[in-house]
């Protein structure tokens, strides 16, 4: 829809024509307009509404009748009470947990309106929801949140807002915040007291900044009340809104009214036609810059930097995330420490989630101390001291990779660094030899992931596999995301707590491995059934365990490997092909690289990419095609093996080509390696 075809449907809407050029004069105040963010802006990105939330758990603890009539009645408060003391305390908390989590920002890049907000407002910002999506959406501009700040807490919000901060204010706490969430009646009343605080710095919010309401429901909510307040006794305030216009003409004219009685000017849109509100914001918006390949060797900006996101939500581990946490906190005297002290390793398996452990500490760390100094290197296909001071250089923006040009620049900013995949260059002796001077230096410590052990450089802090309620729990997070490309077919979703066979094939068969859940949960839209499923994994793995080699060192994961290239392989040979491709780019294949491999696809290079995105095999990050390492290396193993058979003329082998020998063009990679590795 084009720019006069949006303003055509909009302006003869209720006083649309006189509130956009208004809304518009505001924005380019100054101060601008101050977001304060609802649900409604979540929804299109797979969370439900807080009223849809209370519903389904309502059902399943026995009280929808009395909650619909609660909730009809626009009461929320008492909704939320009933259904929170007909649950239990544990079981509401955990659903709130996994259905406000991370899983749905997993995969692709976020846009609409939540991406388009960045755009709009450098400032503060207001919401009432749990999850994390403005953090993402933020983190992904660039831009992420100088502070993030609990309702609970919000008295420290006090001196941003009048600074104009960088800050998000989240009036009823966070998804990962258990103790200061606002949920049931009483809670709402104490926060909401007159004497609280935060009625105080919402009255002062409302006087001193004009706000456009987004997603929001705008109905009895206590925040709606203070806002009614506010505007009886100024009412020379303007706020703005996004707001659907009623159907009905009556209604119309009492939302209009009841709008107009709280100091805001509405810009309508058409019944039902939410998807609007993206477009309507983009009316306002500059242009956004051009992508850019994603930096993964850099300073964190904060706990919500966009490198610390776990891509599909995080469960368990809580003992290995506070192991890193006491290491991170620690008092020690760091310039005397010897660097066999200084260096911790979190240590495990290929995909048992050493990366997702530490990047929860860090983040947990970065939230606690916002102002800590701590960078980020990912050191896969490093290889020597070579590659990790090339790396080490991008991290501390050094122009040139000479290593006393690298250690002068960490000596000059020094801190905590991270080491993502250190592994890649634990077998050359000089970069073993380069780490032990770099933990010399004053005031620097090393936190790693790897799949070695560090002997004499560190001490190692290891990872097993998860447990197994964390392990049903993500493997139930994944299979119920729904791939809007893909609705049919997709079989019922799983329920915590429902069936021993979803037990027994996490625990016997996947063996608790976290990418196995995550690789194999994710081909629930393929199949009609868990059964169907676990029917397929378990003959790869018969078929696996009749080759001639390796059956005495199969794994979950390499089973489940070899399942997601047939599952890739029935949906596209170019989505194989791809995968091949995006194995060369250690970094992340740009935007720019795969328009230029991917040239043969024609039109369908767009579904082989969202193909690999919806199977996990691959996330977009800031337009770019990310592929995570035992991926990266299974692929390339393959394709070396059909490649290898070709050389040597040998018949190409089913059992061991796999679905590759179909699909993959091994032409493609030479090439490709030379050019664009």
């Known amino acids: 829809m084009t720019?006069?075809?949006?303003?055509?449907?909009?302006e003869p809407l209720g006083e649309n024509k006189t509130n956009l050029p208004r809304l518009r004069a505001q924005m380019q105040t100054p101060l601008g307009v101050l977001p304060f963010v609802g649900a409604g802006l979540s929804v299109p990105l797979g969370y439900p509404g807080w009223g849809v939330f209370l519903l389904e758990q309502a059902r399943r603890a026995g009280v929808e009748a009395q909650t619909r009539a609660l909730l009809d009645a626009g009461d929320y408060e008492q909704a939320g009470e009933a259904v929170f003391d007909a649950s239990g305390h544990r079981a509401f908390l955990d659903a709130i947990e996994t259905t406000f989590g991370d899983a749905p920002l997993a995969s692709e890049r976020l846009d609409g309106a939540a991406a388009i907000l960045p755009r709009l407002a450098p400032g503060p910002v207001i919401t009432t929801n749990f999850d994390h999506v403005l953090e993402r959406a933020y983190a992904q501009a660039g831009a992420s949140f100088e502070r993030v700040v609990w309702g609970a807490k919000a008295s420290s919000a006090h001196a941003a807002l009048a600074q104009d901060k960088h800050f998000l204010l989240k009036l009823h706490g966070d998804v990962d915040e258990l103790d200061d969430r606002v949920l049931t009646r009483a809670e709402y009343a104490a926060y909401y007291a007159p004497d609280a605080r935060l009625p105080k710095i919402l009255r002062q919010l409302f006087i001193a900044r004009s706000v456009l309401f987004l997603g929001c429901s705008l109905a009895q909510d206590r925040w709606v009340q203070l806002l009614h307040e506010v505007a009886q006794a100024n009412p020379a305030l303007r706020h703005f809104a996004l707001v659907e216009r009623p159907a009905n003409d009556a209604e119309y004219f009492a939302r209009r009214h009841f709008l107009s009685e709280h100091g805001i000017s509405p810009i309508w849109f058409p019944p039902t036609r939410f998807d609007l509100i993206a477009a309507i914001l983009d009316l306002f918006a500059p242009p956004a810059p051009p992508p850019t390949l994603a930096r993964h060797n850099r300073q964190l900006t904060g706990g919500d930097d966009s490198l610390l996101a776990h891509a599909t939500g995080f469960f368990g581990r809580t003992h290995e995330v506070e192991s890193v946490l006491q290491f991170l906190n620690s008092a020690e005297a760091y310039a005397a420490v010897t660097p066999?002290?200084?260096?911790?390793?979190?240590?495990?398996?290929?995909?048992?989630?050493?990366?997702?452990?530490?990047?929860?500490?860090?983040?947990?760390?970065?939230?606690?101390?916002?102002?800590?100094?701590?960078?980020?290197?990912?050191?896969?296909?490093a290889r020597d001291a070579a590659g990790l001071f090339t790396r080490l250089a991008e991290a501390f923006d050094v122009p040139q990779a000479t290593p006393s040009q690298v250690f002068a620049a960490i000596a000059a900013q020094p801190g905590l660094i991270y080491l993502d995949n250190l592994e890649d260059i634990l077998r050359d002796d000089a970069a073993r030899d380069a780490l032990t001077q770099l933990v010399a230096l004053p005031r620097v410590r090393v936190l790693a992931s790897s799949r070695e052990h560090l002997e004499r450089l560190g001490r190692d802090l290891p990872i097993q596999e998860l447990d197994r309620e964390s392990a049903v729990t993500l493997f139930v997070s994944e299979w119920n995301k729904r791939a809007p490309d893909k609705p049919l077919p997709h079989p019922a979703p799983l329920l915590l707590g429902e069936g021993e066979e979803l037990r027994e094939f996490v625990d016997q068969e996947l063996d608790c491995h976290a990418l196995s859940i995550v690789l194999v949960a994710a081909q629930a839209f393929q199949v009609t059934s868990l059964s169907e499923l676990r029917a397929r994994w378990k003959n790869e793995a018969m078929r696996l365990a009749q080759l001639a080699r390796g059956r005495d060192k199969l794994s979950s994961l390499d089973i489940s490997l070899a399942r997601s290239l047939e599952a890739v392989a029935s949906e596209s040979p170019e989505a194989v092909t791809l995968w091949g491709l995006g194995a060369l780019f250690p970094d992340g294949m740009s935007l720019a690289a795969f328009d230029a491999v991917t040239q043969s696809f024609a039109d369908r290079k767009y579904d082989a990419r969202k193909t690999l995105v919806r199977l996990s095999v691959a996330r977009l990050e800031n337009e770019t095609l990310q592929i995570l390492a035992p991926l990266r290396q299974f692929i390339?193993?393959?394709?070396?093996?059909?490649?290898?058979?070709?050389?040597?003329?040998?018949?190409?082998?089913?059992?061991s080509a796999i679905a590759l020998s179909r699909s993959f063009d091994l032409a493609l990679l030479p090439a490709m390696t030379g050019e664009l590795n």
């Not at 720019?3 to 909009?10: F, M």
């Not at 070709?646 to 018949?651: D, E, G, H, R, W």
């Open 3 to 10: 720019r006069d075809d949006l303003l055509a449907l909009l």
């Open 340 to 381: 066999a002290r200084r260096i911790v390793s979190v240590w495990g398996a290929p995909g048992t989630g050493k990366s997702q452990v530490c990047k929860e500490a860090l983040r947990q760390f970065l939230r606690a101390q916002p102002d800590a100094r701590v960078y980020y290197v990912e050191l896969v296909d």
């Open 636 to 655: 390339l193993a393959q394709a070396r093996v059909i490649a290898s058979r070709k050389a040597t003329k040998q018949s190409p082998n089913p059992e």
